[in-house]
């Protein structure tokens, strides 16, 4: 049966840039919740000394769960080889956290869409860092998860393969039992596109999942895909909102991936609302992940 982990979606400006919440409040709140885990950040402030990883390790194990996923952003689009080695680097050093933390899977991106990258270009870029960072995880344990992921709030273009064809391009050009997806059906919608499709496309190679809604603010989906996929910063009319009030068919998801026996980790991101918010969205998933693997 699947298990849940959290993320702090809500407190991201506190823990990783003005200090506001400390890693160990967060843990607090987040261990009250009925889940299993906790997902990491590789960017909290307080994991920039590696004598916490331990000890935010043991705090996560003495309460009885884990931390199993590592979230990152990686940026292997760039044309300039020694910038790809510096961030080949760094996922490394992701790698060595997750591991250190206690994790199994540890997030890769593309990159930036920068306008002068073709998509063959990109991909091949994108491809040759992840394999070069491939070897490293599997001494570990660790596998790499590729999100299709819209973009990292301190980038200044949108993911390289955030549009489908382009996911499903650079997931086809990797094969290697240390890889798989990360599948977050929220960020589809993002890039104009339906999430059920992208997860048919790519459901054998699942092997994570962000669980998250959003809800149209104004107008329609055809408003969303004339007018977002692509545009700087996160489209106006969507917001992030409660799991089962939103756009997402989580009976459509649940269906497709218990079809290819997925058995893994949903992590939610979710809560921007307040920890109440969060406690509805992990009670409406343990209701329907009971409903399809209980």
């Known amino acids: 049966m699947p298990q849940l982990a959290a993320f702090p979606k809500a407190f991201m400006q506190a823990l990783c840039k003005d200090g506001t919440m400390t890693v160990s409040e967060w843990i607090s709140l ?5 889940i299993d885990g906790l997902e990491w ?5 307080e994991m920039a000394d590696q004598n916490n990883w331990l000890r935010f390790r043991k705090e996560v194990e003495d309460h009885g769960k884990t ?28 790698i060595d956290m997750t591991h250190t933390l206690g994790g199994s899977y540890c997030r890769v991106l593309s990159g930036q869409r920068r306008p002068e990258l073709s998509v063959e270009e990109g991909v091949k870029l994108a491809a040759d860092c992840i394999y070069a960072c491939l070897p490293y995880a599997e001494e570990r344990g ?23 064809d382009v996911f499903c391009k650079l997931v086809d050009s990797i094969d290697h039992s240390y890889f798989g997806v990360n599948y977050d059906p929220s960020n589809t919608y993002l890039a104009g596109e339906d999430p059920i499709e992208l997860l048919k496309r790519v459901s054998e190679r699942v092997v994570t999942m962000h669980a998250s809604d959003r809800y149209l603010k ?6 969303l895909r004339k007018e977002e996929g692509g545009a700087a910063g996160y489209a106006k009319r969507l917001s992030h909102g409660e799991i089962g009030k939103g756009l997402n068919d ?14 893994s980790w949903i992590s939610i991101e979710d809560g921007v609302d307040g920890m109440a918010q969060l406690e509805r969205s992990v009670a409406f998933l343990r209701k329907k992940i009971s409903r399809y693997w209980g």
């Not at 950040?41 to 402030?45: C, D, K, Q, R, S």
């Not at 009976?251 to 058995?263: C, Y």
Request: proline share 5%.
């Open 67 to 94: 931390i199993p996923m590592m979230c990152c952003s990686p940026d292997f689009t760039h044309p300039d080889a020694k910038f790809r080695e510096k961030e080949v680097i760094k996922q490394k050093d992701w």
């Open 30 to 34: 987040a261990v009250k919740l009925d």
């Open 142 to 164: 660790i596998t790499l998860i590729l999100e299709n992921h819209y973009k990292d709030d301190f980038w200044e273009y949108p993911e390289f393969a955030q549009k489908m």
């Open 250 to 263: 989580y009976d459509a998801i649940f269906t497709e991936l218990k079809r290819v026996g997925f058995d």
């Open 218 to 223: 104004e107008g329609t989906i055809e408003d």
């Open 41 to 45: 950040y590789a960017g909290f402030l």
